[in-house]
């Protein structure tokens, strides 16, 4: 896909300086710009390099005035950044819009789609699915019986939906995923062994909830495991049956969520953090890398730490913790003197 300065201008309500008819059909970093490429300049670091750049467009703030000639066309806008994020999100939709069905595919009698949609080779529909407009279902794709899918999702190839879940509006599911499958649901009976407790409910994701590769989300025991609205999971993340995760909450990669949790709106959750069942985190948290959380939180808490500490009594404590070998030669040494 090729794009001139003047229609990217357009597309950022941008000022072009520069040749206006300079085509780009591909994206670079500013330092490995070349012939043919389109780049930006937002940090004031990176400075340097637009005078070096062999990238045919750079995107830069209204404010950049060259301090040397430039071999690239300019385009102005007033946040650089910003402006090439949503060139990017503009290139995605371009390059994703795959319209059609390809051959072969499973779907059954009863499963319906919408508009403009696009299904892979060798994916399967089950009974009752029904997809809305402008859904894309990549190849080995797996959709159960009973699933209903929103307007503008996106299936990536192999991920599996399992019966009865349900998506919203907005959603992209990456490679890998697994919704609905069954809950680490197990009792022990009167010999000790194990038994399976039916995991009878579903998965719901509400409207704009991305989920990363590799992604697990366990159907319920009873009723529904629920990621509301704007919900951003990374890859290799573990949500148990029955877990709540509230609005526009984001949870980093490896983190595990154990059962009938529930955590509020706006989180941040680092990477390999572990969370046990049963607890409610409050709205506003934001909890470090590699914590452990056995504990209800409240709003607003900051944590580090397994188990868990407020983030600046962690700190404090670190600092002790790191001296220890330093206070016990001493004490050692002092009882040496008695």
């Avoid at 990549?138 to 349900?166: C, H, M, Q, R, W």
């Avoid at 680490?184 to 399976?196: D, M």
């Avoid at 914590?291 to 407020?310: F, W």
């Amino acid at each position: 896909m090729k794009f001139t300065a003047g229609q990217i201008a357009g597309i950022l309500e941008g000022e072009v300086h520069g040749n206006p008819e300079i085509a780009v059909h591909k994206l670079a970093k500013i330092e490995e710009g070349e012939e043919g490429s389109l780049t930006f300049l937002a940090n004031p670091k990176y400075t340097s390099f637009i005078y070096k750049t062999k990238a045919s467009v750079t995107i830069v703030n209204k404010s950049f005035v060259p301090e040397q000639d430039l071999f690239t066309t300019l385009i102005k806008v007033e946040d650089a950044y910003k402006s090439f994020s949503k060139l990017l999100e503009y290139y995605n939709q371009v390059k994703n819009n795959k319209v059609g069905i390809e051959e072969p595919i499973f779907k059954s009698d009863t499963a319906t789609y919408g508009t403009d949609v696009y299904i892979g080779a060798f994916a399967y529909l089950g009974n009752n699915v029904t997809l809305g407009d402008n859904v894309k279902v990549y190849p080995n794709v797996y959709i159960g019986d009973n699933v209903k899918i929103g307007d503008n999702v996106t299936l990536f190839a192999g991920a599996k939906v399992y019966s009865e879940t349900i998506i919203g509006n907005n959603c992209v599911v990456n490679s890998g995923s697994v919704l609905g499958a069954d809950g680490f649901g197990f009792a022990p009976n009167e010999n000790g062994e194990f038994v399976k407790v039916p995991q009878t409910g579903n998965v719901i994701l509400e409207d704009n909830v991305d989920i990363g590769a590799g992604t697990t989300i366990d159907r319920a025991t009873l009723g529904s495991t629920i990621l509301r609205k704007g919900v951003k999971l990374d890859n290799q993340i573990q949500i148990a049956h029955n877990v709540e995760i509230g609005e526009h909450t984001v949870i980093a990669a490896q983190t595990g969520i154990a059962g009938s949790t529930k955590i509020g709106k706006h989180c941040m959750i680092g990477g390999q953090v572990g969370i046990v069942g049963h607890i409610i985190i409050g709205d506003n948290v934001k909890i470090q890398a590699q914590s452990g959380i056995g504990r209800n939180v409240k709003d607003n808490e900051v944590l580090q730490g397994s188990p868990a500490l407020n983030y600046g009594d962690y700190n404090k404590s670190y600092v002790h913790f790191k001296n220890l070998p330093r206070i016990i030669s001493r004490i050692d040494t002092l009882e040496k003197k008695d």
